[in-house]
Nanobody, 122 residues
């Protein structure tokens, strides 16, 4: 059974940083593209970042470009999202997801975590 478990969310003040983690099990992690998506209340699911299976290539959503870094440790089966200069618009539930394809489209992701809430507020 595949499981993706996110952690690291919480309450942050504007300008602060957070590091999210997602631990995968039940799949050959090193074969999957990993993505971070987010969804705010009343809004569509939005790409935050994705990283190729070997970690050699990354892409970022326009709203977080320059403020986020995605990385992975295939030995640990874990993908990370470092977010800096947080602002209230970053408030959302953040999900990690695994895909056997290199894709920006959420519909191409086979497995999803349960999400972790990030709230940015003063």
């Amino acid at each position: 059974q595949v499981q993706l478990v996110e952690s690291g969310g919480g309450l942050a003040q504007p300008g602060e940083s957070l590091r999210l983690s997602c631990v995968a099990s039940g799949l050959t992690f090193s074969r999957y593209t990993m993505g971070w998506y987010r969804q705010a209340p009343g809004k569509e699911c939005e790409l935050v970042a994705l990283i190729t299976s070997a970690g050699g290539s990354r892409k970022y959503g326009d709203s977080v470009k320059g403020r986020c870094t995605i990385s992975r440790d295939n030995a640990k089966g874990t993908v990370y999202l470092e977010m800096n200069s947080l602002n209230p618009e970053d408030t959302a539930v953040y999900f990690c997801a695994a895909s056997s394809r290199w894709s920006r489209l959420d519909r191409d992701y086979d497995y999803w975590g349960q999400g972790t809430q990030v709230t940015v507020s003063s």
